[in-house]
């Protein structure tokens, strides 16, 4: 039996361009790299080389007298052409990578672009990319016939009701602090002969058999039950209290169809399930895409609003890539923007792309909006998403679809216990060596109130100190960890109390009990993140021996799981840019926690409603930056009368709320004479009447129950007065 010999083929290069200079340079350099190449100028002669050379590679000129280059493509796309495209052009940047776009948007395979003038590095380097290792020519393979199948409604309908349909979970996180945030619900469909069906197939197959809307019941019914189940398959877990909280707070995005927006039977169902798991609609994130804005803004603008008024969640999604107007966006009460993952793919190739998106942040967080992008798929994507202020993470690069033995699998290899682990945990959450930061100081002032001690700290245990991001009563920010008492704290779940440190063996010739700032009582509760990483504590400091009984214990837990609550949660997307104070959003997410702690604990608290009721008529006789001015020293004089540990936001345009905590009468009225003197001063420069109304809590209360008893206190006393 005689064997082939192999036959070695070089690659060929076909080159268009006006420019012999240029053509002959390009020729010359790619048979230095033993690729056999043609040049010419003239179209004609182009064409007929494509089709009987049949090249590898063919570079093109943009800027051509006969014919243009994007005219070229459009031709080459015609013939079904194979071969890699270079575009080479002197015309600047944006032009070129806007031709590389109409290149791949013909279906053209782009090997890449070259700015004239080019240096020979930047070509060899692109005819490197395109060029595979020595080849064989065996004999030709035969046809191949790998034509997708395409299934019929009658088998999409057998699938739903053999349940052969599965969900697939994608991770979010949470852009800034890379903790989970959620999940996104995708369907699939494995065919019993056919194998993987893509949803790019079968939704379309849905939409059009009217089988959508029993998909989407069917999926979000899978999903949300699942979702009710995670904590409890961390049930034997130490953590697990953590792990229930935490998992019992991220969300879950399903995509809708547009076609099911005017169905609200559906939306119906949908919250009736909602209930039926436990899971919250405040969870759930409705996605539907941009045109839904454009198709019948009434029937969107009236569905929405009741999606939102039940407590949904609802994103626009794939934006950027439709036509929807600002004024649209604006007045559809959408939550979250989530950028169109061809935005996202290409940031690092194009300016465009990083401009569009960073316009889009800034839109978002402009309205309100939580930001979101997917199809991240490496780090450096990630690390520039987090730069510009996104708020939310999808794609490859943090964690493919998985099935729920899978999103099981992923979440249990992060739960681990060794030191180099919890390191790496608190060395990713950016927190060591940053400024100040006022969610966490609000926190410790409040303990110091609470526990009447000196000295209250959020500390974060590092490998060779700990280091304080919170430090009330003490203006040390680290000491060394070999000193530290939360090392010790972190060891277990429990808090940790020592009542007197000069008879405790562990702490008797410790630098921080014989010299300053002489520790004589300290308590501490861990601090989580993530799968349960124990990075520091929420301690309290005394030069005095003391104890703390079970009620105490309880106390500062609780508060150590606000510190937790704060990392796990999104800060920025809380602040009112314009005051720096919390927005309605931060507000709400925080104060529950509050009242909890409250009622645990026994403490009185008050709510304040605070309505600037002719800040329109300012605006309009001062204009609106003067308007802008007026409310920045509102809040600044909120800041001066109530404690900083109180809880403050603007809560609407122009409504501000606090809640003050542990404010037994008659401290309320005492605080509101304190805020009625100090705002008679401020009328002085910045004429604008306000009213007030107030509430104490009581028990059974949540947070919208204060809100409105104190609205409606303000509207009586108003409509009195």
């Known amino acids: 039996m005689l064997s082939s010999t192999p036959v070695y083929k070089p690659d060929r290069l076909l080159i268009l361009d006006d420019d012999a200079l240029t053509g002959q340079t390009i020729l010359n350099m790619a048979r230095i790299a033993g ?3 043609q040049f010419t100028d003239m179209p004609d002669e182009f064409f007929r080389l494509v089709q009987s050379w049949q090249p590898d590679f063919i570079a093109i000129d943009l800027i051509m007298p006969r014919m243009d280059g994007v005219q070229v493509l459009i031709e080459l796309a015609k013939l079904d052409c194979q071969a890699e495209i270079i575009i080479s052009s002197g015309v600047g940047g944006r032009v070129l990578d806007a031709a590389a776009r109409s290149a791949s948007e013909h279906g053209l395979k782009l090997l890449g672009v070259l700015a004239k003038p080019f240096s020979p590095a930047k070509l060899r380097g692109i005819l490197r990319r395109g060029i595979p290792p020595a080849t064989t020519e065996d004999a030709p393979a035969p046809p191949s016939n790998n034509a997708p199948y395409v299934p019929s409604k009658e088998e999409l309908m057998a699938a739903l009701q053999r349940r052969e349909i599965h969900v697939a979970y994608q991770p979010k996180i949470n852009c800034r602090t890379r ?6 619900a995708l369907a699939r469909w494995r065919h019993v002969e056919h194998g993987l069906i893509p949803p790019d197939t079968f939704i379309p197959l849905a939409e059009q058999s009217g089988l959508i809307d029993p998909l989407t019941e069917y999926i979000v019914a899978e999903a949300l039950t699942w979702l009710a189940a995670l904590p409890g398959q961390f049930a034997t877990l130490p953590e697990h209290p953590y792990l229930a909280r935490r998992l019992n707070e991220v969300s879950l995005a399903i995509n809708i169809s547009n076609r099911s927006l005017s169905n609200l039977t559906l939306f119906e169902k949908l919250e009736e399930l909602c209930y039926a798991t436990g899971v919250t609609p405040q969870r759930l994130i409705l996605e539907l895409t941009e045109s839904c804005a454009t198709e019948d803004p009434v029937t969107a603008l009236d569905v929405l609003t009741r999606l939102r008024m039940k407590g949904f ?25 989530k950028i169109d993952k061809s935005f996202v793919t290409t940031l690092s190739q194009h300016k465009e792309s990083r401009t569009v998106v960073k316009a889009i942040i800034d839109l978002g967080h402009g309205l309100g909006l939580y930001t979101a992008a997917e199809g991240i798929e490496n780090f450096d994507t990630l690390e520039y998403l987090r730069s510009i202020g996104c708020d939310l993470a999808q794609g490859y690069a943090i964690k493919e679809p998985l099935d729920a033995e899978g999103i099981h699998e992923w979440l249990s290899s992060q739960h681990r216990d060794d030191e180099q682990h919890r390191l790496g945990v ?9 400024p100040s930061d006022e969610r966490f100081d609000r926190i410790t002032r409040l303990a110091t109130r609470l526990f009447n001690v000196p000295i209250s700290l959020f500390s974060l245990v590092d490998e060779n100190r700990q280091w304080f991001k919170s430090h009330t009563g003490i203006d040390v ?4 960890r070999e000193h530290s008492f939360c090392s010790h704290a972190i060891q277990s779940d429990q808090v940790m109390v020592v009542e007197d440190t000069w008879l405790d063996p562990r702490f008797q010739n410790n630098a921080l009990v014989t010299s300053t700032p002489h520790i004589r009582f300290y308590a501490g509760s861990p601090v989580r993140v993530g799968m349960g990483s124990r990075l520091g504590t929420l301690c309290l400091i005394a030069e005095q021996p003391g104890t703390l009984d079970d009620k105490g214990r309880t106390l500062l837990k609780n508060m150590s799981v606000m510190i937790e609550s704060e990392l796990a949660g999104d800060y920025l997307a809380h602040i009112d840019p314009m005051t720096r104070l919390l927005n309605r959003r931060g507000f709400d997410a ?19 409603l605070i309505d600037l009721i002719d800040l329109k008529r300012f605006n309009q006789e001062h204009g609106p930056a003067a308007g802008d001015r007026a409310l920045r020293e509102f809040a600044r004089l909120l800041g001066r009368v109530f404690r900083g540990s109180d809880l403050s936001a603007r809560y609407g345009d122009d ?23 100090a705002a008679q001063s401020l009328y002085q420069r ?6 007030v109304g107030w509430t104490m809590l009581e028990p059974g209360d949540n947070m919208q129950q204060l809100v409105a008893r104190a609205s409606q206190r303000m509207h009586a006393h108003n409509e009195t007065a």
């Open 35 to 37: 690729i056999e190449a």
């Open 179 to 184: 903790l989970l945030a959620g999940f996104e």
């Open 313 to 337: 969640q609802v994103s626009i999604d794939d934006f950027g890539t439709g036509y929807s107007s600002m004024v649209q966006l604006a007045r559809l009460p959408f939550s979250e923007i």
């Open 426 to 434: 608190l060395h990713s959450l950016g927190l060591l060596d940053t």
């Open 477 to 480: 920010r680290e000491t060394p």
């Open 590 to 608: 925080r104060c529950d926690d509050v009242i909890g702690i409250c009622n645990s604990a026994g403490l009185h608290a008050c709510l304040f």
């Open 655 to 677: 409504d501000f709320v606090v809640l003050l905590i542990d404010a037994t009468p008659p401290g309320p009225e005492r605080a509101l004479s304190r805020f009625h003197h």
């Open 686 to 691: 910045i004429p604008i009447h306000y009213q």
